[in-house]
């Protein structure tokens, strides 16, 4: 009796465990890929980040910042690193509106 007990609970924990992984269509659940989690958006390239080194002048203290170059707001700089240290993206010595008094390491 025990035995046969047993054997009910089992199979029926194996079954809902089966059904468990299925939608409610019966099919598996999709492989979750990049887009899936984010929300199937498409993965932006790290090539498409560029960003350049600005320099310009706070409150007297001459500075080099990174900055995106599509939307111009101040990033790390160590996504900077190995770019040249020149200021042909945004030329002039004035505050980047995004800049908010302090570098991002």
Not at 17 to 29: F, S, V
Not at 45 to 53: C, T
Not at 57 to 77: A, F, K, P, Q
Request: hydrophobic letters at 40%; proline letters at 8%; glycine letters at 8%.
């Amino acid at each position: 009796m025990i035995k046969s007990l047993f054997l009910l609970l089992a199979s029926l924990a194996i079954a809902g465990c089966t059904t468990a992984n299925t939608d409610r269509a019966g099919k598996p659940p999709a492989v979750l890929t990049k887009q899936n989690v984010m929300g199937n958006m498409p993965a932006r390239p790290l090539s498409l980040y560029d960003v350049a080194w600005d320099n310009f002048n706070h409150r007297g203290t001459v500075m080099w910042n990174c900055r995106e170059i599509l939307s111009g707001d101040i990033v790390s700089n160590s996504l900077c690193h190995g770019k040249p240290r020149n200021d042909l993206q945004w030329p002039g010595m004035g505050v980047p509106p995004s800049y908010r008094g302090a570098q991002i390491e």
